[in-house]
Every structure is written in C-alpha cells, then in structure tokens.
C-alpha cells in the first residue's frame, strides 16, 4: 500500500492533506522520514509517527472508551457534547466521506447521557451489526445505584421478568444481584431503549445512577473516564 493511501485509510485528512504531511516531512517510521507518497509499506504489523505520535494501522479499527456522564453517543448532539469528540480525530475521520457523511467510527449500542462506563465504537459494519443483534446475545453488564433500598422480592422480579411498557411480553435479566443496600449488579443480553432504567422501575424502584462495567468478556480495567484503548479481535472472541 502506498503511504498516502495508508495515511487516508487511518483518517488523517483528505488523499491531498494526507500528500501534504508526507511531503511535509510530518511522518516517520522506524526512526526515518517518509516523504514520498507514492513509497509502498506493508501494512502487517506496521506502526508509524504522525508529527511524533505513534500510530498502528489497523484495517478495521475497535477501540473501548470508558464514557464519562454528560455525552451524547451521537455524531450530532441535541444537548451535550458528543463521545466523538473524546476520540483523537484519525479515528473520526477513517474512511473519509462516504454518502456526504463522515465515516470513521460509530458507537456500538448507545449509553444515555448521564450513563457512564464501557463504550465500543468501530468502523467495522459486520462486527456493529453482529455486537448489537438480539440474535447473538452478548452480555452486558451493569452497576445501578437505585433511590430506594433493594430486596429479595425485587432481584426475584428482574429474573423472572418485567412488563415494559412498549411490550407485553416480559424482559427478564440473565442475571441480577443485589451489591448493596441501593445497589445492583445486572446483565442483560438484548438491548431495548432505556432497558436498565425501564425495568427498575417496572420492579418498583428507580434508578438514580448507571455504569456499564463489562460489554461479553471486556471490561474497564484501569481506564479512567474520557480515556480510550485499542481493542483486539482475540478480546472479543474470548468467552465472557
């Protein structure tokens, strides 16, 4: 793949500001200049500096953000500002334009605003469609901190189901445990709007706060809000 064309796939501007960094003397790799556009690189492995900021080529990027409240899980924002704008712009730009939008990475599933915790995002449709099908089951899970205290009765509700309101038949928790007087460990396998907060409420309580802590088998770790990794194709295929 010629450098320009790498530079372009990984989202650092248009093919012609993309010739311009190259030109520029903007990027490196292995210690060395790359100036010529038109210089072929194989991509396997491949890591490279873009004005002193390393960066490895990824064909299909995956990245997990611990999202902290007050974003939106959206390229176009009604109220707060959008998680995108956490993400370093190569990974928002990805692909250039495609249909008169901007590619690049899109939320896997949403979190509402004052939600906080694990967010995937990628550039991959496949994998997007295969993360968020009802049909695939991938656990998620969550930490609720309610307004009144928890009781057995309410955790037995959640397991055996609860009516929403936009469907009769019940939404049951794969499961449910209570963490703390006002707190509760849930894992759910689809994905309908509001789920945590709608069936807390459907079992007699309320939920004040909400914390993604594990999406199938990744989790957190040490990542602070606003602060973003790569995710590995092995990561997701790893059981939960």
Not at 21 to 40: N, Y
Not at 77 to 106: E, F, H, I, N, Y
Not at 199 to 228: K, Y
Request: aromatic share 6%; proline share 6%; charged share 25%.
């Amino acid at each position: 793949m010629h450098w320009s064309q790498v530079l372009y796939s990984q989202g650092f501007g248009t093919r012609r500001e993309c010739e311009a960094l190259l030109l520029g003397g903007r990027v490196s790799h292995q210690g060395t200049v790359v100036e010529d556009p038109e210089s072929e690189i194989d991509t396997a492995g491949l890591v490279f500096e873009v004005e002193g900021r390393a960066w490895p080529f990824r064909e299909r990027a995956i990245v997990l953000l611990h999202k902290p409240t007050g974003y939106e899980c959206s390229q176009k924002p009604s109220t707060w500002p959008s998680v995108m704008t956490l993400l370093p712009s190569p990974l928002r730009l990805r692909g250039g334009k495609k249909g008169g939008a901007t590619a690049g990475v899109q939320p896997v599933g949403r979190l509402d605003a004052d939600t906080t915790g694990l967010l995937l995002l990628t550039d991959d449709g496949a994998l997007l469609h295969r993360l968020t099908s009802p049909k695939h089951h991938v656990p998620k899970v969550y930490e609720a901190t309610t307004k009144h205290a928890i009781d057995d009765a309410q955790i037995a509700r959640l397991l055996q189901g609860v009516v929403l309101d936009d469907d009769p038949k019940p939404v049951r928790a794969a499961a449910a445990e209570a963490t703390g007087t006002h707190t509760l460990r849930l894992t759910l396998t689809e994905g309908k709007y509001h789920q945590v907060k709608r069936m807390v409420a459907a079992m007699g309580n309320r939920c004040e706060a909400l914390h993604r802590s594990a999406f199938g088998a990744l989790t957190l770790g040490d990542l602070a809000p606003g602060q973003w990794r790569w995710v590995d194709e092995a990561e997701l295929r790893a059981p939960a």
